[in-house]
């Protein structure tokens, strides 16, 4: 009877341990949730990555697109060859009014261009990032000049000293 109770606790050990396994292996495939791009991506990612200016004039190979779940961004291996040599680099490419374009290429870091959502969704989640630095060439707020802050001719006023 007691050979018994140990063999069951083994195996009740061995259920919570699948369970768990199972579980953490789903929330690490929820974490990578990119999707292989359509045939009209590929092609427009891989002509963006062909205009990278490190590209030109060269013999380029781009491979492993990878577009992601959460937002309109996407990763792709980038390999230029020097001779018979090939340089890799990851391009961090930015879907913006319906254009692929090349935000970010490199080694390490170039992920930092996109939302941690958009990292985490394209397995770029291990270079730290300072996300309260980073502002995108696109995402800049565009300026518009209001009546109280810009003089007639165009100008900006100057700026009182509010000490005096």
Same mark, same amino acid.
């Given at each position: #009877? ?5 063999? #069951?606790?083994?195996?009740?050990? %061995?259920? &919570?341990?699948?369970?768990?396994? %199972?579980? &953490?292996?789903?929330?690490?495939? @929820? %974490? ?54 090939? /340089?890799?680099?990851? /391009? ?15 080694? %390490?870091?170039?992920? &930092?261009?996109?939302?941690?959502? /958009? ?9 730290? &990032? ?15 000049? @209001? ?5 007639? /001719? ?7 000293? @509010?000490?005096?």
């Amino acid at each position: #009877m007691r050979g018994r109770r140990i063999s #069951m606790r083994k195996s009740g050990w %061995a259920v &919570c341990a699948a369970l768990v396994s %199972a579980f &953490c292996l789903t929330v690490a495939a @929820s %974490a990578l949730a990119w999707r292989s791009p359509t045939a009209g991506e590929r092609t427009a990612i891989t002509s963006a990555a062909l205009r990278t200016p490190t590209a030109a004039h060269r013999k380029v190979h781009v491979s492993r697109i990878r577009v992601s779940t959460a937002g309109p961004w996407a990763s792709a291996l980038v390999a230029v060859y020097f001779g018979q040599q090939p /340089d890799y680099a990851t /391009d961090i490419l930015h879907k913006v009014y319906g254009k692929w374009r090349v935000a970010s290429t490199g080694t %390490a870091g170039e992920g &930092c261009v996109m939302p941690r959502q /958009d990292q985490r969704s394209l397995g770029l989640f291990g270079y730290p &990032c300072r996300h309260s630095t980073i502002i995108h060439p696109y995402h800049r707020p565009r300026a518009t000049p @209001s009546a109280a802050t810009t003089a007639p /001719d165009g100008r900006s006023p100057p700026r009182r000293n @509010s000490s005096a």
